[in-house]
């Protein structure tokens, strides 16, 4: 009888054992997963402001633009042609954490850079790259839970 109830003993610690050892794993590869969508994100990122410093063929700027026109559409602007002028009124109707010059400025600024031969000035990427950062950064103060989330992580803005 003594030896069974030590078997008895070692087969519930093993059980237990293995349930605990699953529950750690479970934990153990979600935290993987979240490591490699914060790794992920990051690189994105980065891969995304160098694009903004690039200044060869004005290309940073017309970047830093595609990138507002697309955190627009996120946030819920309709629009078909990102050259449209009709867009960038929409934008300033939507958005109200630029002023209209600052719009207007982004817009011509970015028309110029897209079709222009002429390269861009040094200030005014520096200008355009500040104002892209104060736009995300109201932008990101007003998006809640899963948004913001999902702005961060999948969508990589």
Same mark, same amino acid.
């Given at each position: ?82 050259s449209d002028h009709k867009n960038i009124l929409q934008m300033k109707e939507r958005f109200p954490q630029l002023t209209e ?10 028309? !110029? ?7 861009? +000035?040094? /200030?005014?990427?520096? #200008? @355009?790259?500040? $104002?892209? !950062? ?7 103060? +007003?998006? /809640?839970?899963?948004? #913001? @989330?999902?702005? $961060? ?5």
């Open positions: 009888l003594a030896g069974e109830s030590e078997e008895a003993d070692g087969s519930k610690e093993t059980a237990g054992f293995k349930e605990n050892g699953w529950i750690l794993g479970v934990i153990l590869l979600l935290l993987c997963i979240c490591l490699s969508a914060v790794i992920q994100q990051k690189i994105r990122r980065q891969k995304k402001l160098y694009l903004f410093r690039v200044r060869t063929d004005n290309r940073g700027i017309a970047a830093i633009y595609n990138e507002i026109y697309e955190i627009c559409i996120f946030r819920g602007m309709k629009c078909d042609d990102q010059e600052e719009w207007e400025w982004m817009y011509e600024c970015a028309i !110029r850079a897209a079709f222009s031969s002429e390269k861009t +000035e040094r /200030k005014d990427q520096k #200008k @355009f790259l500040e $104002l892209y !950062r104060k736009f995300r950064k109201r932008i990101l103060q +007003e998006l /809640k839970g899963r948004e #913001k @989330f999902w702005f $961060l992580f999948v969508k990589a803005m």
